[in-house]
């Protein structure tokens, strides 16, 4: 098995498939792709924000530089089951993912400010400097159904198919379940691209054989978009 990365520096693409869209074009790839380390996955994730929600909307009016924290897992996980807090981070294109692993329960805690991490290092250090700076705190859970794959002449290379998308504003806890609301419509899929350096000729091809183009497409910055922004806005109104 393949140690655990902890560190990414890559390009990032995204492209919004029909089913019908999605179904041809995995069986296209089928020549130059084969399952990655772990091919299908329940992704579950939850992003944090400040109160006034800074860090997504200054994400979406999209700067040259932008950041987001979240905390990841694969399947739901028990208090004591490897979770990931990710730092990302993109400038000019290019998506930089500092990431630290610990135990789920600790991991909550530590980001609610309830506990220190236990452990020490770099990244430990770039997450603490961030929730000292930001004060962010869980604002919105998202999962997905995804399957891997990585191209054959180049594992660096990978290639994502999230379906199912769903997102919550309740119990905002990885081990609350992976249940919530439908994000997109129609039974769409994200697919994403994510590489190394320049695209090789027969994805390139294979684009333009179907005519895909990239999305801003953000799960996050969507759900903020279209089920949180009316909410936050009345409620600054409201309150004022």
């Not at 950041?67 to 004591?80: C, F, I, T």
């Amino acid at each position: 098995m393949e140690e655990t990365k902890l560190t990414f520096k890559r390009y990032e693409k995204k492209y919004l498939l029909s089913p019908e869209t999605y179904a041809a074009l995995r069986e296209r790839l089928d020549p130059y792709i084969e399952p990655d380390e772990y091919p299908s996955s329940t992704v579950c994730s939850l992003y944090y924000d400040s109160d006034d929600y800074r860090l997504i909307r200054h994400s979406i009016e999209g700067p040259v530089y932008k950041e987001k924290l979240r905390l990841r897992s694969y399947g739901v996980p028990g208090d004591g089951d490897t979770v990931f807090i990710e730092l990302k981070k993109k400038y000019k294109g290019i998506v930089y993912k500092r990431r630290v692993a610990m135990p789920a329960a600790a991991a909550e805690a530590w980001l609610a400010g309830e506990r220190a991490p236990g452990e020490d290092s770099q990244m430990i250090r770039e997450i603490a400097f961030f929730l000292d700076s930001c004060r962010p705190a869980a604002k919105v859970y998202l999962a997905c159904d995804r399957t891997a794959w990585r191209a054959k002449d180049d594992p660096e290379l990978r290639i994502t198919f999230d379906q199912n998308i769903r997102w919550r504003r309740t119990e905002l806890d990885l081990r609350a379940g992976s249940g919530g609301e439908p994000l997109l419509e129609n039974g769409q899929v994200l697919m994403e691209l994510k590489l190394p350096e320049a695209a090789p000729l027969w994805l390139a091809h294979l684009l333009s054989e179907f005519s895909l183009f990239p999305t801003s497409f953000s799960k996050y910055g969507t759900c903020y978009k279209e089920h949180i922004l009316e909410d936050y806005v009345k409620g600054v109104i409201f309150s004022a």
